[in-house]
């Protein structure tokens, strides 16, 4: 693939097309193709995804990345068996075998995660359809393979999964009328990578654990692209595909960089809020989504702003004290992206989605304060977090004797012994955060 016109081809990354045999036809892409589907009250809209494991046998281009692949929905209320569980951990020497591990998949095979399109609470009888604050929107989908989701992912495997509603429906003429599927309701995936000077090619340091950080910024696989916009109103599903890198979003007129120009928020993390909330900037940390409105017909092509990022400065995005931010003599550029012309005609909605035909509203808080008592949780000397792993993650449930009731809340506490940097991702279908405690900067 190619990532700026004045680089050679990246063959150091990874990616997937919508199942076509002759790739000169359905060419392989990353960010992985943009799935679509949808809740439908009273109707069965559940689908079925098959994967097929194509990648290369032996060792992976570039030296990074594991060819044994698990992918997990993002934040999706389903099943442990279509979750994406990093492996099975009751196999211990034979994880690597094809023909007994069954949560990630080889070579010349496939997976099929099955999705029932239900929302949480679709087992109660007032609510057959789930709880229409349970809605989700804006998920991603990626690579979960134990030990390698941060080579597998930088690689490019990851993408955006969309789920329409009867509200948020994709067409603007009903619903919340919001912009309409697909030609004004676009992904953005953001990504950095640090080019090798001597190859042109993405490069990956696997002994960093500092937290990988580059010096190009990507959007939908491609260096600082612009589009051309049409006098009206946007959706872009934000998702900051980074890993390790925090975004600051901006709307910003080049020639007036202090200008402040509002946008609006209307969800995050694939739920959307309770009111749209009209910002000057949005925050983005690793995995994060967020849902942005903006109405380009307020925008002259003489005097507006353009759609861009302004990305942190060295030195500002929360570590622990005295990691190192990024390879020396690796260069940090300008990060205002070019100012896009304005034109009066619909931009070209070629995008290439696999559809299947086929929100949440902030729920109340958690009464952690008469919660039963849960699990103590920190990571051993592999990062993993002992000895609980919920069930979600596809591991066997270790706290059976302390299964949750119908609508109980368990309260579980995690933390780490060790300094520095360490992100926990936790399988929970309806999960809240009621307190956090950091001893360093941006742990929380």
């Not at 919340?176 to 990578?193: A, E, F, I, Q, S």
């Not at 595909?241 to 910003?252: I, K, P, V």
């Amino acid at each position: 693939m190619s990532i700026h016109p004045q680089l050679q081809k990246q063959v150091n990354f990874w990616g997937a097309n919508l199942g076509g045999a002759d790739l000169r036809v359905d060419p392989p892409m990353t960010p992985l193709p943009t799935l679509v589907s949808r809740y439908q009250a009273g109707a069965n809209t559940a689908i079925l995804v098959r994967r097929y494991n194509d990648l290369p046998q032996g060792v992976p281009s570039g030296g990074y990345g594991r060819n044994q692949i698990s992918i997990h929905l993002h934040n999706f209320h389903t099943v442990p068996d279509s979750d994406g569980g990093p492996c099975d951990p009751r196999l211990g020497a034979d994880a690597d075998d094809p023909l007994r591990q069954g949560r990630f998949f080889f070579p010349d095979q496939y997976y099929d995660d099955y999705y029932n399109m239900k929302r949480a609470g679709f087992t109660r009888a007032a609510t057959p359809d789930g709880d229409v604050r349970e809605s989700l929107g804006t998920l991603w989908y990626h690579d979960h393979r134990e030990a390698h989701t941060r080579e597998n992912v930088f690689k490019g495997l990851a993408g955006i999964h969309i789920i329409f509603n009867e509200h948020d429906c994709g067409d603007e003429t009903r619903g919340l009328r919001l912009p309409g599927w697909p030609h004004w309701d676009l992904p953005l995936v953001l990504k950095d990578v640090r080019i090798d000077p001597a190859t042109q090619q993405g490069a990956f340091d696997l002994f960093d654990t500092d937290g990988y950080l580059g010096d190009r910024y990507l959007v939908n696989g491609r260096i600082q692209p612009y589009q051309a916009v049409a006098r009206r109103r946007y959706r872009y599903r934000v998702l900051n595909g980074s890993l390790a890198r925090y975004y600051q979003l901006y709307l910003t007129n080049p020639d007036r960089p202090e200008q402040s120009i509002a946008f609006w928020l209307i969800a995050n993390d694939g739920n959307l809020l309770p009111r749209p909330v009209n910002v000057n900037s949005v925050r983005l940390s690793n995995g994060e989504r967020a849902d942005l409105v903006i109405d380009f017909a307020r925008i002259s092509a003489a005097d507006g702003p353009a759609p861009g990022t302004r990305h942190q400065a060295p030195g500002t995005r929360h570590q622990a004290p005295g990691t190192r931010h990024q390879a020396p003599g690796t260069r940090h550029q300008s990060t205002v992206a070019r100012e896009p012309p304005v034109v009066d005609q619909r931009p070209r909605a070629g995008q290439r989605v696999a559809a299947a035909r086929t929100q949440r509203q902030r729920a109340g808080r958690v009464p952690h304060r008469s919660a039963r008592a849960g699990r103590q949780l920190r990571p051993d000397h592999r990062r993993r977090f002992r000895p609980a792993h919920p069930a979600g993650a596809g591991h066997p449930r270790p706290d059976a004797d302390r299964p949750a009731r119908p609508a109980a809340t368990l309260l579980h506490r995690a933390g780490a012994r060790s300094p520095g940097r360490h992100p926990a991702d936790v399988h929970l279908m309806q999960q809240r955060l009621p307190t956090s405690y950091a001893q360093s900067a941006g742990c929380a």
